[in-house]
């Protein structure tokens, strides 16, 4: 066969087939509707092609609404999943959000804090203040969190944003450290400090609550026994009820113990102090102490009494310095740990 003729087979056949249908599709239907009952008679014609147009319109309305159907029960499930998952996120955020502003606030108060307390230690102002501080902290926080969205962009292709308290937790986070770290270097200032003024005789050695009031102070004075002589006197008074409890006031090793209850000082203990210190506390009724004790600052050493040359029960007080006959004035030693004392308020007001 050549190609002509399977080109006419073709074109016969599919003619052929077309008239049949277009044949077929003219063919007329013609439904009738009798009532019962009544003499009319209602007929409708039809032919294929409406028949086959409509079954297709009708077929086509029940796919689209059995696939709106299913549509919508996915997304409503996906909806709900989403619901589920951020809403309860989103709600738990805002309550993250209100705490975050409170740490915030706390945050603020420290770090005014710690600035106040640099500059009365005299460590200067912090090298922020709390205000540019916390800028200072959104700004790196930021810078951190930027470059980590970018680079899961550029990773996994989808766009991630933290929310706003994720950021502000960052902006805490590194405003903590940097308060922790200053934290860490004031801890070692005060043990500095805090290591010098335990062993120097600061304050009194009674206690604050105890009864006791000052009486005399140091320099010359009417000789208590004889009041026509002028003497030196070269320590300060505190009267008292026998059995107050006496205190060292600063650490130090007992250098000399006295327990002539009638000569002199009487029950006496000196201790000597780092730094070339020495205190005495004189005319006490028992001593808890002996020569060669290493004492903490505020330990216990004995109890106020009357004993040796006194008028009456009292602690006599004095502070040595470099050498052990080398009387000083034991009042700002004694101020420098008392603001409250009639006399130390006139001391720290005259100096
Ligand atoms: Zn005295």
């Not at 080109?7 to 249908?21: E, I, L, Y």
């Not at 600061?202 to 009864?211: F, H, I, P, S």
């Not at 009267?239 to 600063?250: D, L």
Request: glycine share 8%.
């Amino acid at each position: 066969m050549s190609g002509e003729r399977v080109k006419d087979t073709f074109q016969n056949f599919s003619q052929d087939f077309v008239q049949r249908f277009q044949r077929k599709g003219q063919e007329r239907l013609t439904i009738m509707v009798i009532p019962h009952g009544q003499d009319k008679v209602f007929s409708l014609q039809l032919n294929w092609y409406l028949i086959l147009f409509c079954a297709a319109i009708l077929g086509m309305l029940l796919f689209l609404s059995g696939y709106g159907f299913y549509e919508g029960q996915v997304r409503k499930q996906e909806i709900d999943r989403l619901n589920r998952l951020y809403g309860i996120n989103f709600k738990a955020a805002l309550q993250l959000a209100d705490k975050l502003e409170d740490l915030k606030t706390s945050s603020w108060s420290i770090g005014h804090n710690m600035n106040d307390t640099a500059r009365q230690i005299g460590l200067g102002e912090l090298r922020f203040n709390p205000e540019d501080q916390y800028d200072e902290a959104r700004n790196l926080a930021q810078d951190q969190m930027r470059n980590q969205e970018k680079q899961e962009h550029s990773r996994s292709g989808s766009s991630i944003h933290f929310l706003p308290p994720v950021y502000m937790l960052k902006t805490l986070q590194y405003q903590l450290g940097w308060r922790s770290h200053f934290l860490g270097s004031l801890q070692y200032w005060v043990h500095e400090v805090y290591s010098i003024y335990r062993r120097l005789p600061l304050g009194r050695a009674t206690d604050l609550n105890a009864t006791v009031r000052d009486s005399s102070g140091y320099g010359p004075r009417r000789d208590p026994f004889n009041r026509y002589v002028l003497e030196f006197h070269p320590g300060y008074d505190t009267r008292g009820p026998v059995g107050t409890a006496i205190r060292a006031t600063g650490q130090g090793t007992v250098y000399r113990v006295m327990q002539n209850a009638y000569s002199g000082y009487g029950r006496a203990v000196l201790i000597q102090h780092d730094f070339g210190f020495y205190s005495l506390y004189a005319h006490m009724s028992r001593l808890h102490v002996a020569v060669g004790d290493k004492i903490e600052k505020w330990q216990l050493i004995g109890e106020m009494g009357n004993s040796g040359r006194s008028t009456g029960t009292h602690l006599h007080y004095e502070i040595r310095y470099n050498q052990e006959s080398n009387h000083i004035d034991p009042l700002p030693f004694i101020c420098a740990q008392d603001y409250s004392s009639h006399r130390c308020r006139d001391y720290h007001n005259n100096n």
